[in-house]
Nanobody, 116 residues
């Protein structure tokens, strides 16, 4: 079974940047679709970005042109580069690993706070 651990969150001023990492262990991510979700207090968890096993990327409209998702299959890592951060980006960010069969796997989350 795969385990996911997110890191790289923190406190940043508006307009700043952060790079989130998702480290997978126990299984390869090579053949799996991966994604980043976020959840702010009182709101539903929402898809931020995804990257397919062939490298195709999608983004929520709210982060398009500011965030970039990438993957390093050899190192079992998925990244989310976040530039031009806004207060509304404040949330817990979660890594997701899709399986063909069975439920997806989630990381524990990492807090991102954007505040002046």
């Amino acid at each position: 079974q795969v385990q996911l651990v997110e890191s790289g969150g923190g406190l940043v001023h508006p307009g700043g940047s952060l790079r989130l990492s998702c480290a997978a262990s126990g299984s390869t991510i090579r053949s799996n679709n991966m994604g980043w979700y976020r959840q702010a207090p009182g709101k539903e968890r929402e898809l931020v970005a995804s990257i397919s096993n062939d490298g195709t990327r999608t983004y929520a409209d709210s982060v398009k042109d500011r965030f970039t998702i990438s993957r390093d299959n050899a190192k079992n890592l998925v990244f989310l580069q976040m530039n031009g951060l806004k207060p509304e980006d404040t949330a817990v960010y979660y890594c997701k690993y899709w399986l063909r069969f069975g439920p997806p796997v989630w990381g524990q989350g990492t807090q991102v706070t954007v505040s002046s």
